[in-house]
């Protein structure tokens, strides 16, 4: 069946969601929810600045300046490294 999931590709999927996750959970619990929002990470769908700055009470530019921080600390060698294995395999 060419739908199948190979084993292996099956591994490297729940690898690559348990490490997100993990490195997701480095953030703090509101640039985390933020990027999981933004992104639609565990979730149905992805959410605008406006309805993630809706859901926290603050504006849109808000949110925006929140995401950049989280996103300019995941691009840091520290966590960066822990995905990257991925990208190149």
């Given at each position: 069946d060419k739908m199948a999931i190979l084993p292996i590709d099956a591994a490297i999927q729940a690898n690559l969601r348990e490490t997100t996750t993990r490195v997701l959970a480095s953030l703090t619990p509101r640039?985390?929810?933020?990027l999981r929002m933004r992104f639609g990470i565990g979730m149905n769908t992805d959410h605008t600045l406006e309805e993630v700055g809706q859901q926290f009470s603050v504006t849109r530019e808000r949110i925006r300046q929140i995401e950049a921080k989280a996103l300019r600390k995941l691009k840091h060698p520290?966590?960066?490294?822990?995905?990257?294995?991925?990208l190149d395999s």
């Open positions: 640039e985390e929810r933020v520290s966590r960066s490294r822990k995905l990257r294995s991925f």
